[in-house]
């Protein structure tokens, strides 16, 4: 009689044990973790140079190029399309092609992929050409999450997806990602977690080394639109290109990369302040968590501290308190460490805080193709970019830059990213 109870209370307490374990199954399939929380995103890997299964536009034809770029560390998943060190470039003007997507977008025999393609950015397709003409071609220095869309039976069809870096794309005049120059295929913001995605290497897209969920970045637009881009040159680090928004490569002008600049005091400033006192003096904006904080919390202390010299591009990690979604401070940046970064030289004296009113019309689009004629000088200059942003003051450095690095070398580095991890199938 004892035995038999004993076989009884231990069946129970197994059924018990299969139990809770089917129970967590279902979770874990339906919640993304036995303690719950929220759905992943499922996002599919798309490589440098692996042709797309559903393209706007035959590849073969040369539309764009991609590069071998090793992607960066970031501190802050979402970052905005001014971030200084967000984008790199080349000297070599055949990145994207942009004259040629215009033909091939305006050729009536298209006009069903230009139907589609103008819908997803959110126009008409007379309005293609002067689109085309405000895109700039760069070098994504991360791999970037976007929301892309495949040509499949006369339609655009979304799918998110995260761009390998090195990838040639086309942004806007406020860096926001528009197009995919290899394939023409249109892009827009990433709309989920980026903290929280699940990435799928798969149809050829196999995962790429230096791949690491902390390297991973999206793109929201920058409050104002730029005028130029100070990107890194892929190929020689120490030199910075300034980019023209709207040109493809041909008015390129070079600037040392390598001139330092001090982090301003911050103690006190609202996040969004002190965001925009970092961009003008070319450095960017780190954070913990998975999200920025909100523009109006206090920032109580950056990592480095005032003072500190640091290179173009830099991140400079807030630490905050308050702001409207009544949170508490953010937790303490973990220290920074040195590495060559890429920015125009800016002036001794420190940026105003305020900055100028966005231009009261809506910039007209050139009356020609951006890629046509050639610049005043036969060769790039070297020296301060001409080119800056609608936002900082005249002495600051234009807005949309350069990459970054994170650590002791252009490679190295441990970055502080989003706190939630990042899983991939």
């Not at 973790?33 to 996002?43: D, Q």
Request: proline share 12%.
């Amino acid at each position: 009689m004892t035995f038999r109870a004993v076989l009884q209370r231990t069946g129970i307490s197994i059924v018990r044990r299969i139990a809770l374990l089917l129970g967590c199954v279902l979770v874990v399939s339906g919640l993304s973790g036995c303690g719950g929380g929220a759905h992943s995103s499922a996002v599919q890997a798309v490589a440098a140079r692996v042709p797309s299964l559903a393209p706007f536009f035959d590849e073969k034809q040369g539309l764009g190029q991609d590069a071998a770029v090793r992607s960066m560390p970031v501190r802050g998943s979402l970052q905005q399309g001014d971030t200084p060190g967000l984008y790199g470039g080349t000297k070599k003007p055949t990145v994207c092609d942009v004259a040629k997507l215009k033909r091939f977008l305006t050729d009536p025999a298209n006009r069903p992929k230009a139907v589609a393609w103008s819908g997803v950015l959110g126009i008409t397709t007379d309005r293609i050409p002067a689109y085309l003409d405000r895109l700039t071609p760069v070098l994504l220095r991360h791999d970037t999450l976007v929301q892309n869309h495949d040509y499949k039976k006369g339609k655009a069809t979304p799918y998110n997806s995260l761009l390998q870096a090195g990838i040639a794309i086309l942004v806007d005049e406020q860096g926001e990602p528009a197009a995919k120059c290899s394939c023409g295929n249109p892009l827009r913001p990433f709309k989920g977690d980026a903290s929280r995605i699940s990435v799928k290497f798969a149809d050829g897209n196999e995962k790429w080394n230096g791949y690491h969920p902390s390297s991973v970045v999206a793109v929201r637009p920058a409050p104002r639109k730029v005028e130029g881009l100070a990107l890194v040159d892929v190929d020689d680090p120490d030199t910075g290109i300034t980019r023209p928004v709207g040109t493809t490569g041909r008015h390129d002008t070079t600037f040392d990369a390598r001139q330092q600049r001090a982090v301003p005091d911050l103690a006190g400033a609202t996040f969004g302040d002190a965001r925009r006192q970092l961009v003008s003096r070319g450095l960017a904006t780190g954070y913990s968590g998975s999200a920025p904080p909100p523009d109006d919390a206090r920032v109580t202390a950056t990592d480095p501290p005032a003072g500190t010299e640091m290179r173009f591009g830099e991140y400079v990690l807030l630490s905050v308190a308050g702001g409207t979604s009544g949170g508490a401070p953010s937790t303490p940046p973990g220290p920074t460490t040195s590495g060559p970064t890429l920015a125009p030289p800016t002036s001794a004296a420190p940026p105003s805080t305020t900055a100028p009113a966005p231009p009261t019309s809506s910039s007209a689009p050139p009356s020609s193709p951006t890629n046509d004629p050639p610049p005043s000088s036969g060769s790039p200059t070297t020296g301060s970019p001409s080119v800056v942003s609608h936002s900082p003051p005249p002495s600051a450095p234009v807005t949309s830059s350069a990459p970054v690095t994170a650590g002791a070398s252009m490679t190295t580095g441990t970055p502080i990213a989003a706190t939630a991890t990042t899983t991939e199938t």
